[in-house]
């Protein structure tokens, strides 16, 4: 049974202003029935020290990845997690994260993937949600199993693959959000990303540059459709555009940007993205400053 949308005016201006929920719409309703909290964080351990009552802990790497192949977890996989998280197919989720909902994004990107319809991303994340003193809770909820569906992933929808990224090199827009150190190749021992380190620096030819921070505040909130027509102004919601950046993650919360709350229309991730682009044998790569969208 989903439940009504936040109303909360700043959000209608967005394409799908029922993708996302305020602090205060969502704190006085913990507990509804028909509604689930999620917590997803880059570091899983700050669900210990404190959560949103009631909220459950889906741990981006170990949940959500394949334990042995480097993808997505299968569509038992994911029902069997949703039914012990006490998550049914009809249930409106509200995922939150640490990061400006980094890992939230790539879990509601998940969630999308296996088609759960009513998944939505709290504005501001753990970081809004603790600056304003919201209440917290150290209790692990135990939630009756569901029998959530087995479900296919939906790839050709959502996810690109490194093939195919390269056959379309110039054919296709191709955005990288990682920071300008990270797109230039001028990052150096001491900076480069602690998890999974890529063996050559640089970008995918042809990508821009368009940093995935640009898309929040320094609360952690997204900026209004204003703001972020400017920032994506050069790219148009009718091409096909494919994001990536390090490992995913970052692609998802720019995926969030452009999608719900810009209202593109053929928008993908390329999930493997640097890790994957980075140290493969051969691979293209570009250096120095952006081309323009």
């Known amino acids: 049974m989903a439940v009504p949308f ?42 210990n020290i404190g959560h949103l009552p009631g909220a459950v802990r889906i741990d981006w790497n170990k949940d959500l990845n394949d334990p042995v192949t480097r993808d997505i977890i299968d569509g038992e996989a994911f029902a069997r ?20 909902n980094w890992w939230a994004a790539f879990t509601l990107w998940v969630f999308e993937m296996f088609g759960h319809e009513d998944v939505r991303l709290l504005d501001g994340g753990r970081d809004a949600w603790m600056a304003e003193e ?39 827009t191709l955005v990288d959000v990682r920071s ?7 990052l150096g021992s001491d900076n480069e990303p602690a ?24 609360n952690s909130r997204f900026r209004s459709r204003a703001e972020l027509e400017e920032i994506y102004g050069a790219l148009s919601p009718e091409a096909e555009t494919t994001i990536y950046c390090h490992t995913g993650d970052r692609t998802s919360h720019t995926s969030f940007v452009l999608k719900h709350l810009l209202g593109f229309d053929k928008v993908r991730n390329y999930d493997g993205s640097w890790v994957e682009w980075g140290n493969m044998v051969r691979m293209p790569i570009a250096r120095g400053e952006a081309p323009h969208a």
């Open 6 to 47: 936040d109303p909360h005016p700043p959000f209608q201006e967005y394409a799908h202003p029922e993708r996302l929920v305020s602090a205060s719409w969502l704190s006085a309703r913990l507990g509804t029935p028909g509604l689930r909290v999620v917590e997803s964080d880059e570091d899983s351990l700050l669900y």
């Open 81 to 100: 997690l949703m039914s012990e998280k006490g998550i049914s197919r009809d249930d409106t989720v509200v995922i939150y994260g640490d990061q400006s």
């Open 134 to 172: 919201r209440d917290t809770s150290y209790v692990v909820p135990e939630f009756p199993p569901t029998d959530y569906p087995v479900v296919e992933r939906n790839d050709t929808r959502y996810r690109v693959f490194v093939e195919e990224v390269r056959a379309s090199i110039g054919s296709t």
């Open 180 to 186: 300008a150190e990270e797109y230039l190749g001028s």
């Open 195 to 218: 998890v999974a380190p890529a063996l050559r620096q640089g970008h995918i030819p042809g990508a821009v540059n368009l940093p995935w921070q640009d898309n929040v505040h320094p």
